[in-house]
Every structure is written in C-alpha cells, then in structure tokens.
C-alpha cells in the first residue's frame, strides 16, 4: 500500500461544487487501497481578501495578527472538504496547522517549518481515515500561529510528505504541468514532462508561481518525488526530479518572470570598504530580501548602488535606503517599481556558451533596454521595463523554439 499527498490549490477548490469535485478524486484514489493525505488552499481569492480587510485597518498589518487572519483560509476548506468525503461516504479528518503540530519558525507571514508531528496522522491513516490538513500555516514552538508566505500550502504538502515518507507529492492545480513559460503570457507554450529539481528550483525562483520555492527546496533536499498535474483534467502532468540524461538535452528549459520587481539606487555614497554592508544591512535586518545587486565602478571616490527588492517592500525599502543615504553622505535615493525581470533557465547552458549573446540580441532587435543583468551556472535574468514583459518572453520563447509544435515552415 502507498501513501499519497494530494495538494489542491485556491481554484480547485473555489467553490463547494469544485471541492465536491475534489472529494470524488480523493475518494477514487483511496478506493484503490492507498492512504492519502490532502493538503488545501484557501478559496481563489479568499487570501487576497483576508490581506485587503487587513489593509483597510492598517497600512501595514500587525504580522502576528495577520497570520491569525489569513490562516482562516485553509480553516474553511479543510472543513468543507471532510464533510465532503464523508458525505460521498469516505472517513475523513480535517486538522489545522497548529493541531497536526505543524510547528514552524516565528517569522509572521514568511515562517518556515522546522518539525512535524506525524503521531496524529499516522493513527488516522492506520483507522482509514483520509486526513485533510490546512496548508500555509503553522504554529511556533511557544504556540503562535503563523503562516509560510504565498502559496505555502505547496510547501505544506511536501514538508508533510517527506515528514510521512510518502510514496509522491502530486501537486493538483489549474494547469496540467509545468509549462516552458507561463500558458497564460504564451500560448503556445509547451507541457514539459519532466523538469530537474535544480531547474524548477531557479524557475520557481525566478517568478514561476506554480510551485512555490520552498516547496521546492524541501523536495530537492529530502528527495520527495514531486508531481504538478491538473484537478481538472487527466495526464501525466510534469515529474520533478534529478538530473538525468534525458532531462539533459534541452539547452533552455523554461521562461520565467516576476512582475513583483522594484528596484532602488543610492547616488553617489563613498566608495570605500564597508559601503554595502552599510546600505544592505538595515534593509536585511527589516526583513526585506534583495535580489539582484550592481554596484558601478567610481573614477570620483563615490559610486552607485543599486538593489532590487519585493514591490510590496520597495516603499519600505526607500525609507530606510533614505536613511542610511543620510547618515553616509549619499547623494539621492532613486527608484522604480515598473519593472519585471525575465529569465531563461536550464542546466543545459552549462555547457553552451553564447547563450547570453543570443538572448541580448533578441531584446535588442525588439527594442527592449535591459536594465540590469544577472547570470548564474544555469540561468540569465534580466531586468526590463514592466510594459515589455509579454514581449520579451514570446520573443525569447520563439528564439529558444520551446513551442508546443514548429510552425509550418513559410515557402
Ligand atoms: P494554485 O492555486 O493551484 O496553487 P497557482 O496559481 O499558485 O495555483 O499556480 C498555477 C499557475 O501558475 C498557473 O495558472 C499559471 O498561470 C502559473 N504559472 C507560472 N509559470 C508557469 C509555468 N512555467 N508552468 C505552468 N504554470 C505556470
Ligand atoms: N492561500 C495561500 C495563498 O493564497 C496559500 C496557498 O494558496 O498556497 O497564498
Ligand atoms: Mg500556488
């Protein structure tokens, strides 16, 4: 007998007849004798109204608070879906996060779990029982509720399948795979059968939200298979796993952006050891993350410093860069947040070189200016003007021929 966890996003359960629809496929995979254990989202939406309620109250909510908030989400559906199965006549058992003992760090909002107490689970799973668990949230060891940042619940899932060894991690959504690029920027992009964990991990890194990053890193690290697939029609879906030869010939895997880009300068600070720290560690010791960071080479004793962050972080970011501007006799603090970064990714670049060239090229001859760059073993980013995304990506998704079929060549 194998051991399943089922992941089903916001949409999927968007509405009591989607998460009847739901219970019917819970229920079928358990008729065939495996134990399952489903992890939800909340409601499509209900996030995104939880944080606006908390917005019309406070500017920037309390992040304790918030969390209390927004795991109520997953309360809902978790409920809704037992009574769903018990309804179609399937034993099932709904637990939040704090109940299976989900216990996590005590950064709000962005926590990361630490430990599973799988006893409970175990103990469901032994009666018959499908066990429905809350996904986003956690709880700190000192018993606060916290939740794991945007799309958790697919870090939820996987955390929940190493912590149960279970056989794979099949991760239902709105699309049936992990696509070259996201379907919804480019058509005509193609469902890859197979990704690496190393590639979906830059991917979901650099804005593919189809899976998030944690999710990722957790499977890599504990070595969970991991599947994407649709809770709306059947296939395959896309297996993540580790590098094989097959996986290995393509040169480009995937695009992916991340329209959540804002970028911050700080003219003209002393050019002289101890400057980054000085301008990042404030921003750092906020909790802000930073992406991409160029520092310019100064002929004047004084340089550029520029960072990009989150866009919800960037107003907060420009108040403490303007302090620190201050205190080190900086120039000016300047910003923009209207851009978007793109990026091709694949471990097959290792081994190509000119890769970068093709793809500065492509930008150029459609007139898009590149902002900042930044290259790894298997990835090139680039940031550009928000209104060149679409752009950007169908002109590189053509140029690297990841389409779905070649197009019948023109006579
Ligand atoms: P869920 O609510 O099920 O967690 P998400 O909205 O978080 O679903 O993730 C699925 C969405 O991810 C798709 O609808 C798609 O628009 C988007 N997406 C972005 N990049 C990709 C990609 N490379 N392949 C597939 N989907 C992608
Ligand atoms: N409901 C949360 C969100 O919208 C978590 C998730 O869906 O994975 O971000
Ligand atoms: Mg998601």
């Known amino acids: 007998m194998a051991l399943y966890v089922h992941k089903y996003g916001g949409t999927s359960v968007g509405t009591t007849e989607r998460i009847k629809h739901v219970a019917g496929k819970v229920a079928e ?99 018959g029982k499908v066990v429905v668990v809350a996904g986003f949230q956690g709880v700190t060891a000192g018993g606060d509720i916290t939740t794991l940042g945007r799309g958790g619940s697919d870090t939820t899932a996987v955390a929940l399948a190493a912590a149960l060894k279970a ?27 197979r990704i690496t964990f190393e590639e979906m991990l830059e991917m979901a890194s650099l804005g593919s939200k189809v899976l998030q990053i944690r999710s990722v890193e957790f499977a890599g690290k504990y070595n969970v298979p991991l599947r994407v697939l649709s809770s709306f029609k059947e296939g395959p879906g896309t297996l993540i796993s580790y590098e094989d030869a097959k996986v290995e010939e393509a040169l480009i895997s995937g695009i992916a952006f991340n329209r959540d880009e804002a970028k911050l300068t700080i003219l003209g600070v002393p050019d002289r050891p101890g400057v980054a720290s000085r301008i990042l560690g404030p ?28 866009r919800n972080e960037y107003r907060k970011a420009f108040d403490i860069l303007e302090k620190t501007c201050q205190s080190l006799g900086g120039r000016q603090v300047t910003g923009d947040d209207k851009i978007v970064k793109v990026s091709i990714v694949g471990v097959g670049m290792r081994s190509h070189a000119g890769i970068a060239a093709k793809m500065f090229e492509v930008l ?20 550009v003007d928000e209104k060149y995304l679409e752009l950007a990506v169908r002109a590189l998704h053509e140029t690297f021929e990841l389409e779905r079929e070649k197009l019948p060549s023109t006579h």
């Open 167 to 193: 056989d794979e991690c099949l991760i239902y959504t709105d699309v049936d795979g992990v696509y070259t690029t996201d379907p919804r920027v480019e058509p005509r992009a193609r469902r890859l059968d």
């Open 29 to 127: 995979a358990r008729s065939r004798g495996d134990d399952i254990v489903v992890v939800v989202s909340a409601m499509s939406g209900e996030t995104n109204k939880l944080v606006a309620y908390a917005r019309e109250i406070q500017e920037i909510p309390a992040s304790r608070e918030l969390d209390v908030l927004l795991s109520t989400g997953e309360q809902v559906t978790i409920a809704l879906l037992a009574m769903a199965l018990e309804q179609i006549g399937c034993p099932a058992v709904s637990y939040t996060g704090w109940q299976v003992r989900i216990v996590s760090d005590s950064v709000h909002n962005k926590a990361r779990i630490v430990s599973i107490d799988t006893e409970r689970m175990t103990g469901d799973l032994k009666a």
């Open 283 to 310: 921003i750092a010791e906020a909790n802000i993350e930073i992406d991409m960071i160029v520092q310019n080479n100064a002929d004047d004793q004084t340089t550029d410093f520029t960072f990009t962050v989150n």
């Open 364 to 383: 150029a001859k459609e007139s898009i200016n590149i902002r900042m760059i930044a290259t790894s073993e298997i990835k090139i980013s680039v940031v």
